[in-house]
T-cell receptor, first 111, second 114 residues
Framework: AQSVSQHNHHVILSEAASLELGCNYS??????LFWYVQYPGQHLQLLLKYFSGDPLVKGIKGFEAEFIKSKFSFNLRKPSVQWSDTAEYFCAVDGTYKYIFGTGTRLKVLA | KAGVTQTPRYLIKTRGQQVTLSCSPI?????VSWYQQTPGQGLQFLFE???????NKGNFPGRFSGRQFSNSRSEMNVSTLELGDSALYLC?????????????FGAGSRLTVL
């Protein structure tokens, strides 16, 4: 069955710390991968996406993610987080006429 | 251009009632999909419509239904509400064509069932 696993449900970091959020997927076929972010009180919005090509993709606000096909992973990284990165982060894979989302990771950045 | 618009934003219902939620997609987008968001569960896929046809459906009971109109606007209906239906219902639109699509989400309709 198609699925997406996010390993960390809650993460607390201090400003300037580095961030890595894990995401593994199970999907047979060509994958399109996404990270979405939901800031407090705001809509879900696209952070970055991977369709093909360079497995290291860059998104908004200094985020990047690396697609590792052999590990079925698409981890999200940021070298130095800011207080404004406090949000919930969702990994997703594009299935057949639907997205499959992970359960999300709540990130809290302490000023 | 205008984003995805969902109405109503908040609503409170009692068990056994029914509810209809509406979604207007971004102009030009022909695909509308619905998700249920609850704490700890992430986003659960409900259904997806493209040009008035349901192309995919998630694992929800038949009390959950939807439709899409010729102008791409979509509605979802939940009948015989249960306490567990309390959630944020998100609508997303995309072009829906062949190949990869990026979803644009609305603000959601927060349903509370008492």
């Amino acid at each position: 069955a198609q699925s997406v696993s996010q390993h960390n449900h809650h993460v607390i970091l201090s400003e300037a710390a580095s961030l890595e959020l894990g995401c593994n997927y199970s999907y047979g076929g060509t994958v399109n991968l996404f990270w979405y972010v939901q800031y407090p009180g705001q809509h879900l919005q696209l952070l970055l996406k991977y369709f093909s090509g360079d497995p290291l993709v860059k998104g908004i606000k200094g985020f990047e993610a690396e697609f590792i096909k052999s590990k079925f992973s698409f981890n999200l990284r940021k070298p130095s987080v800011q207080w404004s990165d406090t949000a919930e982060y969702f990994c997703a894979v594009d299935g057949t006429y639907k997205y499959i989302f992970g359960t999300g990771t709540r990130l809290k950045v302490l000023a | 251009k205008a984003g995805v618009t969902q109405t109503p934003r908040y609503l409170i219902k009692t068990r056994g009632q029914q509810v209809t939620l509406s979604c207007s997609p971004i102009s030009g987008h022909r695909s509308v999909s619905w998700y249920q968001q609850t704490p700890g569960q992430g986003l659960q896929f409900l259904f997806e419509y493209f040009s008035e046809t349901q192309r995919n459906k998630g694992n929800f009971p038949g009390r959950f239904s939807g439709r899409q109109f010729s102008n791409s606007r979509s509605e979802m209906n939940v009948s015989t509400l249960e306490l567990g239906d309390s959630a944020l219902y998100l609508c997303a639109s995309s072009s829906g064509g062949a190949g990869a699509n990026v979803l644009t989400f609305g603000a959601g309709s927060r349903l509370t069932v008492l």
